[in-house]
T-cell receptor, first 116, second 113 residues
Framework: AQTVTQSQPEMSVQEAETVTLSCTYD???????LFWYKQPPSRQMILVIR??????QNATENRFSVNFQKAAKSFSLKISDSQLGDTAMYFC?????????????FGKGTSLLVTP | GAGVSQSPSNKVTEKGKDVELRCDPI?????LYWYRQSLGQGLEFLIY????????KSGLPSDRFSAERTGGSVSTLTIQRTQQEDSAVYLC???????????FGPGTRLTVL
């Protein structure tokens, strides 16, 4: 079974600073997908970034980037130039096979607070 | 275009009552997923639909839970004889194909008194 571990329940960062959220996972598969989702107080889950395991290049989306270390099974999220609107729960997720489809296996989440 | 919608937004029910939660996926999305988010268990996968069929029901926590999808579109999650431990936010997601990005709805917060 795949497990996803987020070791930081809560983090805080000042506006305009950089913060890194950690995530490790356990799997025996070679090809898979990893995601970071953001959940603000509105409850809406929003995809932040996606990484395919077969790609060596780290994914980047504007201020968001990942450090994907396949051998170490590590998938951290870096948020640059943090903004107040980045305040949210952040979930790391592994896409696992379920019978003939795929489902997301989530970590417990990291609550990020961006302060002025 | 419209995103995933869920109704109701909030539902309060008494223990022992049945509830139905509805999900409208993004038009054209063939895959639909139900997840449950609770304080104790975090985010859990419940069930997956490809078209109208559910090849994997292993995530449903008990036989009081059932789900269906009709016309390859709307899905309903039904919880019979609700218990207090069923209180949670129920999230629905859809994706164009099985391995594509999943788009989430705003969720239904269920409170069982």
């Amino acid at each position: 079974a795949q497990t996803v571990t987020q070791s930081q329940p809560e983090m805080s960062v000042q506006e305009a600073e950089t913060v890194t959220l950690s995530c490790t996972y356990d799997t025996s598969e070679n090809n898979y997908y990893l995601f970071w989702y953001k959940q603000p107080p509105s409850r809406q889950m929003i995809l932040v970034i996606r990484q395919e395991a077969y790609k060596q290049q780290n994914a980047t989306e504007n201020r968001f980037s990942v450090n994907f270390q396949k051998a170490a099974k590590s998938f951290s999220l870096k948020i640059s130039d943090s903004q107040l609107g980045d305040t949210a729960m952040y979930f790391c997720a592994f896409m696992k096979m379920v019978n003939s489809g795929y489902a997301l296996n989530f970590g417990k989440g990291t609550s990020l607070l961006v302060t002025p | 275009g419209a995103g995933v919608s869920q109704s109701p937004s909030n539902k309060v029910t008494e223990k022992g009552k049945d509830v139905e939660l509805r999900c409208d996926p993004i038009s054209g999305h063939t895959a639909l997923y139900w997840y449950r988010q609770s304080l104790g268990q975090g985010l859990e996968f419940l069930i997956y639909f490809q078209g109208n069929s559910a090849p994997d029901k292993s995530g449903l926590p008990s036989d009081r839970f059932s789900a269906e999808r009709t016309g390859g579109s709307v899905s309903t999650l039904t919880i019979q004889r609700t218990q207090q431990e069923d209180s949670a936010v129920y999230l629905c997601a859809s994706s164009l194909r099985r391995h594509d990005e999943q788009f989430f709805g705003p969720g239904t917060r269920l409170t069982v008194l």
